[in-house]
């Protein structure tokens, strides 16, 4: 069994930039946050996405073993906000490694918050 220091790890990122196509397709959004919960090493149990209409945003969750993936998506401001919450030895970097590359924003700023 593998010790932590802290239970896990939360990282919160902005993307700024997206283009707006990428931030309004639900089903896109949400085969990227399971494929970069894969690529960290979480284990998925659920999704559930919503689609607030024509040309908004998206919001949604996949609920993993290892805790959490999120997003909000504002096409209108090119802008997602995403929440990657992961315990155990899932890697939430990796996560948002495969976020970046999917969604291609032109800047990011993230925090990442030990919890426990």
């Given at each position: 069994m593998t010790v932590h220091a802290t239970p896990g790890r939360h990282v919160l990122a902005d993307f700024r930039g997206v283009p707006a196509t990428r931030l309004t397709d639900a089903a896109a959004l949400e085969a990227q946050l399971i494929g970069a919960a894969q690529a960290a090493g979480a284990h998925v149990l659920s999704a559930h996405f919503h689609h607030f209409g024509e040309g908004a945003g998206v919001t949604g969750v996949v609920m993993l073993s290892e805790s959490h993936i999120s997003i909000h998506s504002w096409p209108?401001?090119?802008f997602a906000a995403l929440d990657i919450f992961m315990c155990g030895t899932a890697q939430p970097e990796l996560a948002l490694a495969?976020?970046?590359?999917a969604l291609a924003p032109e800047s990011v700023h993230v925090t990442t918050v030990a919890r426990g």
């Open positions: 209108e401001h090119q495969w976020l970046q590359d």
